[in-house]
């Protein structure tokens, strides 16, 4: 069962947390970091209360000239350590060594973790920090950049409805989120929403080389391709109806649009997106697997 969430209400974070432990400190300054950041911002989230832990003096200067946040080299400070949320947002390939070095720094404190690594399980993130945590794990998308993601988060036992809302609320900042009810189905969030921008990319670059195959310069190809994908995707979230009842409605009898739904038919376009899918969640396991190894 999923339950669906988009609107940010910063007063459940503030009770949640009270004075003490407000602060959320994320653990890399990279895009998906920042892209947060600016949506805490918007929602109206204190910046002097989130702070941003990242090695590169680089990534520092360029994330607190764009916002008013507190950035740091390490995770030694008084304030970071307090903070009653950490979102851990480093490359999963270092999260190992990240989570060890940051669980001996933890000592009495046990603050909300929110993972947005992707395929690193739970389990190994646990055996790593080395403390019993309330863990989220989340499996943001790169739309989550410009403001238009799609998230989907797991917490296990471990976490109260109250941090939930906690984590739910920071991912929608950039997101639509929506909880899946055990970890093995992040894995089909991933080979969907999490690899499903580079499929939509793929079918408009395909699109607009069909357009050019007919005629049409570059630009105009692109263009036309553009509004079309944004104003399908439009109506497919404003409208009401499934995408099926859609397609039925623009899809006259004998016409164009028929023709062109009858050879992706001949295709096979409906198993070969499944088979696609599978093979991304497939990955997605092993990547996971891997992760529980090291």
């Known amino acids: 069962m999923m339950t669906y969430h988009a609107r940010v209400f910063w007063g459940a974070y503030m009770s949640a947390t009270g004075n003490h432990g407000k602060d959320i400190v994320f653990i890399g300054a990279g895009n998906m970091a920042t892209s947060l950041i600016s949506g805490l911002c918007q929602a109206g989230h204190d910046p002097a209360h989130i702070h941003a832990v990242d090695p590169s003096a680089e990534q520092r200067q360029a994330l607190v000239q764009q916002y008013p946040v507190q950035a740091h080299a390490d995770a030694d400070d008084a304030a970071v350590r307090a903070a009653g949320t950490w979102v851990l947002a480093v490359k999963p390939q270092i999260m190992a060594a990240v989570a060890r070095d940051l ?78 009810d055990a970890e093995p189905l992040l894995d089909a969030v991933t080979a969907t929403s999490g690899s499903g921008p ?34 399908a995707a439009r109506m497919a979230l404003e409208s009401g109806d499934d995408p099926a009842t859609l ?20 295709g096979d376009l409906q198993q070969l997106v499944q088979r696609a899918m599978q093979a991304a969640a497939a990955r997605a396991d092993s990547l996971a697997q891997a992760m529980q190894k090291e």
């Open 198 to 231: 580079a499929y939509y990319f793929a079918f408009m670059e395909a699109m607009q080389a069909g357009a050019e195959a007919l005629g049409l310069d570059a630009d105009t190809a692109r263009t036309l391709v553009l509004q079309t994908a944004f104003g």
């Open 103 to 180: 669980g001996a720094r933890l000592g009495e404190h046990k603050p909300l973790i929110i993972s947005i690594a992707a395929g690193v399980p739970l389990a190994a993130l646990r055996q790593w920090l080395g403390h019993d945590l309330p863990l989220v794990r989340c499996m943001p998308n790169t739309p989550a950049l410009v403001g238009a993601g799609a998230t989907g988060l797991y917490a296990d036992a471990s976490v109260a409805s109250a941090q939930r809302q906690i984590a739910e609320d920071i991912l929608a900042t950039a997101s639509t989120t929506v909880w899946v």
């Open 247 to 266: 397609r039925r409605k623009v899809t006259s009898p004998g016409g164009t649009t028929e023709q062109a739904l009858n050879a992706f038919a001949d």
